[in-house]
């Protein structure tokens, strides 16, 4: 598997790009997103990959960003979404506003993207909310120690999601102290509105 490439620039269009590794060039596949942070032609740059394998292809999707790449990886595992489709979200929007219409459950916004309907739309928000937190299961602790794990919960969520532990434990801190009732969800929806 390719986790990253590291080389020069040989060409670019509008979503894809070769990578020239060591005299082996290399047709990455990118967002819109990425095509916005690659040099000039002739210039070194690095690219994160996702590699997908099938029985008759392999093909390379290229990020400039860990954040991007982890979005990718969340979105193609949702029922209807493939690799393409999924280069084509990322293209529709920034990641940060692409993760806030996730997490608020805005449908109208999801489905203004590219190949992207409503029930698309539905589905990506039912499929990637539950992959984010999961506050179906009842806490059987309370006090501190349940604030402590939903705290928790909240930082995992954000760092699955490409941002520091750093970053993440800031964020969720902040909007824990302001309002010690807010659900794992309300403080990721937050903490995503102040992280981008």
Known sequence: MIAYLNGTLQQKTEDECIIDVNGVGYRVEISTQTLETLPEKGEKLKLLIYHHITDNDQRLFGFASNKEKNLFERLITVKGIGPKL????????????????????????LSTISGIGKKTAERMVLELKDKLFDESQPSVVSGSIETRSKREEAVSALEALGFSKKQASQAVNQISGKNPKATVSEIVKEALTTLK
């Open 86 to 109: 999924g280069l084509t979200t990322l293209s529709g929007m920034p990641a940060p506003a692409l993760m806030e219409a996730i997490v608020t459950q805005d449908i109208k916004t």
